[in-house]
């Protein structure tokens, strides 16, 4: 079916560079404040935020029967929870006001001064109440780099690997918002040869992932199946699994990771809608050995997201120091949900699902430090001169990510946080 506001050949009255994020295709949903009093839903569209609240008290959603203070709460989860009906009409309705052979708004002045900010003026809030995280680790680069620094390089993936999306239940409350700095964690670690020790990590590391957004209930004991996931998933974030690896070695075994995760992760600001990304579908890994039918999907469930990382040290300059893409993952986010409620396990508007660290098959496309400096015994130089074999304190770490078709682009904004030194 086609999509009325993903149309290539929609131009805003606004100016959207080419290079923004935010064209009239993409309109994600976020929640800004003015450092004030207000924290309203909003739209990005180039430099500006577009304030749904005041679009709403303007009455230019008439005749979408949204309810009054819908876009005025802390969180987009009530917005969300109208539904995909509501919500896609609502988007279709913003992008026919942005739309440059629209007068409506493009014609009042004094509507627009309400409505318009400049985003540099603002601040982006958490967009969503998360109440549960889970993490895949659906990346079939990354599981056999992991597997073969660990393990064994002649059995880098576990014999599941192939036939489950593997995952483990994460922590929400430590999810922040980007911008926001996080301290190193303390931890125990094991020496080789002598008993543990506490203190603080000294691998911290990122992990380059998206997660996608739940904008559906079930019930316990319903399952969603491939075919339908789309319907349960309202759009995606670029985010950040902060690891801390010596913590992670020593604590993993047998249960998984537990405070070598749980300290901070970093999601970006925007979700952008599922619909807004459909036209950058692209076809998976032919998966092999053949999945379980309830794993079975038709058609192309992959998507093409350009994604980069860099590291800023303390007043200096970002280097880039991976550049990997969604289009990587062998399990695919529908396979992750339809996996994850096969057993009747109820998922809530709001809950989030993270790919897994996204690596790809070039050295330069490993989505983190882990990967990327094989275990720290080949350092990375950044433009300072400095090396980095994991993050040191106050270093800022950013991802980045887009897709691009023609000249449409669709962008997610920046996932950045700083490392401040432990407590
Ligand atoms: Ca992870």
């Known amino acids: 079916m086609e999509i009325k506001a993903n149309n290539p050949a929609l131009k805003s009255w606004i100016d959207v560079k080419p290079d923004s994020d935010f064209s009239i295709q993409n309109i994600p949903f976020g929640i800004y404040t003015d450092k004030q009093t207000i924290h309203n839903a909003c739209i990005a569209i180039g430099d500006y935020v577009m304030d749904l609240h005041m679009v709403h008290h303007l009455r230019y959603f008439k005749g979408l029967s949204l309810p009054e203070n819908i876009f005025s709460y802390h969180s987009l989860n009530d917005f969300i929870a109208l539904g995909k009906d509501k919500t896609c009409a609502v988007r279709d309705r913003i992008s026919d006001l942005l739309n440059i052979e629209n007068k409506e708004l493009q014609s009042n002045e004094v509507h627009r001064k309400q409505i318009f900010k400049q985003q540099k003026d603002l601040q982006m809030l958490l967009p969503i109440q998360i109440g549960d995280y889970t993490d895949f680790y659906s990346s079939i680069d990354h599981a056999r780099n992991v597997g073969m620094m660990f393990r064994d390089p002649e059995n880098a993936l576990l014999p599941n690997w192939k036939h489950l999306p593997v995952g483990y239940h994460g922590r929400a409350s430590s999810i922040r918002v980007s911008g926001h700095s996080f301290h190193r964690p303390k931890g125990q670690t094991k020496p080789s040869d002598a008993p543990p020790v506490f203190g603080p990590c000294k691998l911290l590391d990122f992990e380059l992932e998206t997660a996608f957004v739940i904008g559906k209930q079930t019930q316990m004991g319903e399952s ?64 092999d050995p053949k999945v379980l039918p309830y794993l079975e999907y038709t058609g192309n469930k992959n998507i093409d997201i350009n994604l980069e990382v860099s590291i800023q040290p303390e007043n200096g300059e970002a280097t880039i120091v991976s550049e990997s893409n969604y289009k990587y993952m062998y399990w695919t986010a529908e396979q992750q949900l339809a996996h994850h409620t096969v057993n009747g396990c109820n998922v809530n508007v709001g809950d989030m699902m993270a790919s897994g660290t996204i690596s790809g098959p070039e050295k330069q496309q490993f989505g983190s430090m882990l990967e990327l400096t094989w275990r720290g015994t080949n350092p990375i130089k950044l433009k300072d001169g400095s090396e980095r074999k994991f993050i040191n304190d106050n270093d800022t770490v950013i991802i980045k990510g887009h897709c691009q078709k023609g000249s449409v682009r669709v962008g997610f904004g920046e996932c950045k946080a700083k490392a401040l030194p432990a407590f």
């Open 224 to 287: 969603i199946s491939t075919e339908k996931a789309d319907d349960y998933i309202f759009g995606m974030v670029l985010f950040n699994d902060w690891s801390a690896r010596d913590i992670q070695t020593w604590e993993y075994v047998p249960l998984g990771p537990f405070l070598a995760k749980n300290f901070a992760s970093t999601m970006s600001p925007w979700i952008v809608t599922l619909d807004a990304l459909e036209p950058f579908r692209v076809e998976g890994y032919k998966q």
